[in-house]
């Protein structure tokens, strides 16, 4: 479970509580925040006092505070992102709240903001920040952006996986494309699509977490943003090789490479080197998977 439960009216949870503290503090926030995200009272207030976050009908109560926390393999990721859910009405709805630097929430806000007319993106609320404590002079002073929680069922990296081993009967690409379009249509380069940072509804694809996004600049972009998603979603196939003991042969071979010759068409994809696949090919350990994955350098 990529998401462990943190707090919620009833008190702290188990979970979190029976955590090593080592654990427990790559959860927790870092730095001088405008409020308490892990305490239901602020949250209350906040998700209600609000105009940005309360304008949406209805008293809103607290429900459940939860961290991202995902376990790769036997290794921890640290994220500073959590998901409120809560009562409205008759109703529980989520939301995500994401803890960041001034500038970095601030980009994300903005380019959320337009990004979401057109494509398929979360819809930020609010970027909450206290000037009062930077005047003051706390230390790492951060705000919180909230957004609309996208109903994923898994992450690009999930999919490619499931699709190798055989746990999907079909590989439907054109939607990933698509929505990857939406962007650089708009003018973006997202400058960070890893696998994590696409997430399948069961519909459709959204893309997140665009902090370092940067301005569209063509055919040497769309093999960066490709070199990386491949990349980085390969380095996990590699790594859930590597854990299961299983080695890249039969099935997993013939899907892998099925993946790649039906991905890249999609796109205006150019051969040659780059230095997103130079990268990401020192990282893989297995060395058939290695090749398989170079061979988008020569495609
Ligand atoms: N709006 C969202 N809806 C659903 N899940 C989200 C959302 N935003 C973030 N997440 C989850 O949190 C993870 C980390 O979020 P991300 O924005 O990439 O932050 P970080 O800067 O920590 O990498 C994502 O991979 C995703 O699983
Ligand atoms: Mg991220």
């Known amino acids: 479970m990529s998401w462990i439960a943190l707090n919620s009216r009833s008190g702290v949870s188990e979970s979190f509580v029976s955590l090593k503290t080592i654990d427990q503090k790559r959860i927790l926030p870092k730095g001088s925040l405008p409020i308490n995200v892990l305490d239901v009272k602020d949250l209350d207030r906040v998700l209600n006092e609000t105009p940005e976050l309360s304008s949406r009908g209805g008293k809103k109560e607290t429900l459940l505070i939860e961290g991202y926390y995902p376990n790769k393999f036997g290794l921890w990721a640290t994220h500073k992102v959590y998901r409120i859910t809560y009562q409205i009405s008759d109703r529980k709805e ?21 990004l979401c007319k057109t494509s398929n993106v979360p819809k930020p609320f609010h970027f909450l920040y206290d000037g009062q404590l930077e005047e003051e002079n706390f230390f790492d002073v951060k705000g919180i952006l909230f957004m609309s929680y996208v109903d994923n069922r898994f992450h ?8 190798c081993v055989a ?20 003018g973006i380069k997202h400058n960070d699509l890893k696998g994590e940072h696409l997430l399948f509804t069961g519909k459709e694809w959204f893309i997140i977490d665009f902090e370092k996004s940067e301005p569209f600049a063509g055919k040497e972009d769309v093999k960066d943003e490709l070199a990386v ?30 993946f790649l010759d039906n991905f890249l068409p999609l796109f205006d994809f150019d051969s040659g080197d780059n230095r997103y696949i130079s990268a990401f090919e020192t990282s893989i350990q297995n060395e058939k998977l290695k090749s398989a994955y170079s061979t988008l350098k020569v495609m």
């Open 94 to 114: 989520r939301i995500i709240a994401k803890i960041m630097a001034k500038e970095c929430g601030k980009k994300e806000l903005r380019l959320l903001s337009d």
């Open 156 to 163: 690009f990296e999930e999919y490619l996986r499931r699709w």
């Open 167 to 186: 746990e999907l009967k079909s590989l439907e690409l054109k939607n990933i494309s698509e929505s990857i379009f939406e962007i650089w249509s708009a």
């Open 229 to 258: 998603l491949i990349g980085d979603s390969t380095v996990y196939l590699d790594r859930f090789m590597a854990y299961n003991k299983i080695d890249f042969e039969g099935t997993i071979k013939e899907r892998y490479e099925t």
